[in-house]
């Protein structure tokens, strides 16, 4: 009896394996790789009949190739901008008075700016003015600039940022778009320009940091990132953008970390206290001790194993899908009808917490027969496990039901991923981390990107740190709104 309850298993087991398998071939799933099986085929029992083997016929070709020497040549000094670019004048007349002073020349300082759509040559024309009797000479002074003496004007750097980071352009490519603009910018360039702007948008970036750090609820999840390994040639390292997101402000924080492990979250949040809610990743649970931290689990995470194993067990899997939905209605309810957080609680209290106590009795009853090993047997475990996070959003009303929206934060990341495919380095992939925290957040907040980072990069150089914080994207939104 043993020994066919433990085949009986066993086959359920490998049953399952194949109906995810089929799945993954077959299912809904763009650009996903099939390797070319030989000899296997057969063996999935895919019904297929092996394709035959063709023979090859070898040929041997002998020629020869002229090899033309060329010496490389580096280019020095300051990129040359086009002549048939237009240009934009800037007048910047001295502040002290400069009546009956005779004037001497002009300081002439161009750079390569961009509105939506044009490229054009903003010209800061100074004009200098000689003093009396030779004592000196008055000229106007040159606004700072995000890259000092650098070539390229704050929108320029904003749109570039933002084609990368968010419109998903690798770096190579816009520079190939801007060559047809008939302006020759070297992917170095680029990548040097996009260095220097996260290095003067830092400070804005651990402000930013520090403040969601210090909310009360924040969705946690992570997202594999490949990295080039400069110790290993021609390989790349799988490094990770954890995001933290604070779903009541509508603010999104990224941390690159080197690894998956528990390192990364630890060191962050090592002094947090209030909410986290996370999918099942064990490196969470160690939160469950800490001090001050409440764990909130994921019922989309629960719920989507339930859904993988209707194959397995239809009739348990489409019990637990129906009345999951239940809990979504009440979700659903509250957000359409512009429900306030106390309104929210109260309407959980009535009609989610039945619903969760009856899915709870089935849990203790069904996890004592189902297999363990089965898809079904996993999923209530799943479940049952981590119930009482799972149970705990119903007891305040500013939580919710998953941490969707978290995911949907590093949806954007994984779109980029398939076309730049990595970053050139762990600073690389820091810099990244700054780039969608803060241009995530602006699109959270409902702000339109380019205006956002062109104006920060306009005001920030010369702007006081005590009061850096308005930059911040939802305190940029009031304070303009405040304005107009």
Not at 17 to 26: G, I, K, Q, S, T
Not at 162 to 177: A, E, N, T
Request: glycine content about 6%; charged content about 30%.
């Amino acid at each position: 009896e043993n020994d066919y309850s433990s085949l009986k298993n066993e086959l359920l087991f490998t049953k399952n394996e194949l109906a995810n398998l089929r799945r993954m071939l077959y299912g809904q799933r763009s650009e996903r790789f099939i390797p070319a099986f030989a000899d296997t085929q057969l063996e999935l029992a895919l019904g297929v009949e092996p394709l035959a083997v063709i023979e090859e016929k070898k040929e041997h070709v002998e020629y020869d190739r002229v090899v033309k020497q060329t010496t490389k040549v580096t280019p020095h000094g300051r990129m040359k901008l086009s002549a048939d670019l237009p240009r934009v004048e800037v007048i910047i007349e001295p502040q002290e008075d400069v009546t009956g002073l005779k004037k001497i020349g002009e300081e002439i300082t161009e750079e390569l700016e961009y509105k939506p759509g044009q490229l054009y040559v903003q010209r800061y024309v100074r004009p200098k003015y000689a003093k009396e009797n030779g004592q000196g000479v008055v000229i106007g002074v040159l606004p700072n600039r995000p890259i000092e003496k650098g070539i390229a004007g704050p929108g320029l750097l904003a749109h570039v940022a933002i084609s990368k980071f968010m419109d998903h352009l690798p770096l190579y490519r816009q520079s190939q778009i801007y060559k047809r603009d008939k302006v020759e910018i070297a992917v170095s360039t680029l990548s040097d320009w996009m260095k220097y702007t996260s290095e003067v948008l830092t400070p804005l970036y651990e402000l930013h940091r520090d403040q969601i750090l210090s909310c009360q609820y924040i969705m946690a999840d992570e997202t594999p990132i490949k990295v080039l390994d400069k110790e290993k040639k021609g390989s790349t390292h799988l490094g990770y953008l954890w995001a933290y997101n604070d779903p009541l402000e509508r603010q999104v924080l990224f941390d690159y970390r080197p690894s998956r492990s528990r390192e990364g979250p630890q060191k962050l949040l090592a002094q947090y206290n209030g909410h986290i809610q996370t999918d099942g990743y064990v490196v969470y649970d160690e939160f469950e001790a800490q001090p001050g931290i409440t764990l909130l689990g994921c019922f989309a995470h629960a719920r989507r194993y339930f859904e993988q194993a209707q194959d397995n067990d239809h009739q348990r899997s489409e019990w637990m899908l129906t009345v999951v939905q239940k809990l979504y209605l009440v979700e659903k309810k509250a957000r359409e009808g512009s429900y306030s957080h106390e309104q929210r609680y109260l309407i959980r209290q009535e009609e989610a917490v039945p619903v969760l106590k009856e899915i709870k009795a089935w849990l203790d009853s069904e996890i004592l027969i189902v297999l363990p090993r089965s898809a079904i047997g996993k999923a209530i475990a799943y479940m049952y496990k981590r119930w009482p996070r799972l149970e705990k959003y119903v007891t305040d009303g500013r939580l919710e039901i998953d941490n969707n929206l978290v995911e949907n934060a590093i949806r954007p990341i994984a779109l980029g991923r398939k076309n730049y495919l990595f970053a050139g380095s762990h600073e690389g992939a820091k810099r990244a981390a700054l780039y969608y925290s803060l241009l995530g957040t602006a699109k959270l907040q409902g702000i339109e990107p380019f205006e956002y980072l062109r104006d920060v990069l306009t005001r920030i150089s010369d702007y006081p740190y005590k009061n850096l914080a308005d930059l911040l994207p939802a305190n940029w939104k009031k304070i303009r709104e405040d304005t107009n």
